[in-house]
């Protein structure tokens, strides 16, 4: 596989994008794997040359167990053992042998001045693993806690996913020629 997309979902949204996100980069590189976070490598498949993020924004960041239970206490889901999220998954990910891009993605409650950022923290954990960290730091707007995603928001998800394999050698932007 060339690409994939790791993702952490509380209440199905950031699922939601991580589909979307795949779904547009699978329309120009069928070579692209969905995986949510628990069952994504630690080692990361040697041919790999762009690893894409997602996970939703809580308390200001990445989950952590406390805030991923929390989430699924406010689902209605009962818990059954420790919860597994984007933040646990990254520090526990080999760093690549070799350049492998990386581009990172939150779900975030679509309020002004909320501070903080999943997808900026995830940004700087894969940085200093020595990924080839893009400029692509997105954020996918909810309407609530639950959600829903605001209108539009998969729609643009799918054309970030689209733009998102030009970053690898080889691949031209998108219209270019």
């Known amino acids: 596989m060339r690409a994939l997309v790791v993702y952490e979902s509380s209440f199905g949204n950031t699922g939601q994008v991580a589909t979307?996100?795949?779904?547009g980069m699978f329309q120009r590189l069928p070579d692209v794997a969905l995986l949510e976070v628990s069952a994504a490598p630690r080692r990361l498949p040697p041919e790999l040359e762009l690893l894409v993020v997602g996970a939703p924004t809580q308390a200001f960041g990445m989950s952590r167990?406390?805030?991923?239970?929390d989430?699924?206490?406010?689902?209605?889901?009962?818990?059954?053992?420790?919860?597994?999220?984007?933040?646990?998954?990254?520090?526990?990910?080999?760093p690549p042998q070799r350049?492998?891009?990386a581009a990172t993605f939150d779900t975030r409650i679509h309020t002004p001045h909320v501070p903080g950022s999943a997808a900026v923290g995830a940004w700087r954990v894969l940085r200093r693993a020595g990924f080839e960290v893009s400029a692509e730091v997105e954020s996918f707007w909810v309407?609530?806690?639950?959600?829903?995603?605001?209108?539009?928001?998969?729609?643009r998800a799918q054309s970030w996913g689209v733009s998102l394999v030009s970053l690898l050698p080889g691949q031209h932007p998108v219209g270019a020629r």
């Open 71 to 94: 989430a699924l206490r406010t689902a209605g889901t009962e818990l059954t053992g420790p919860t597994f999220g984007v933040r646990e998954w990254l520090r526990e990910l080999e």
């Open 65 to 69: 167990p406390k805030t991923r239970e």
């Open 20 to 23: 979307a996100v795949w779904e």
């Open 99 to 101: 350049p492998v891009y």
């Open 143 to 155: 309407l609530g806690i639950r959600g829903p995603l605001r209108d539009g928001e998969l729609d």
